[in-house]
């Protein structure tokens, strides 16, 4: 499953629409822990959380994850936007829940980490 594949299953929205929308989702996680996904993150990855700053762009980028994923309407930061533009990481914004999020990628296939 592609990232622009994923938008339309979780009824998000592109916060960084000028970052491409096709990388390989390989699997999923949801944490809010940095240090524990700095451990734990895996190239491909959708990661859902709701911590919104600079870090998280950074932790993503290093573990070359597909995206980040906020759940229940959560907005980030412009600051952390504009890096994860400048990084090229996708950074999506849901409704639903992170449980919901993660329900619908498992029933699409979406792996629960590599």
């Known amino acids: 499953m592609l990232v622009s594949d994923l938008i339309p299953l979780i009824e998000a929205k592109n916060l960084t629409p000028s970052v491409s929308a096709d990388r390989e989702v390989t699997c999923g996680y949801v944490c809010d822990l940095l ?29 070359e994850m597909a995206c980040v994923i906020l759940p229940e309407g959560i907005d980030m930061e412009q600051e952390s936007l504009d890096k994860a533009v400048q990084e090229g990481m996708v950074v999506l ?11 619908r990628m498992a029933a699409k296939g979406v792996a629960a980490q590599n």
């Open 93 to 103: 914004q849901s409704p639903l829940t992170a449980f919901e999020i993660c329900g």
């Open 35 to 63: 240090s524990w996904v700095m451990s734990h993150g895996d190239s491909g990855m959708a990661w859902v959380t709701v911590q919104t700053h600079l870090n998280v762009i950074a932790v993503a980028v290093l573990s």
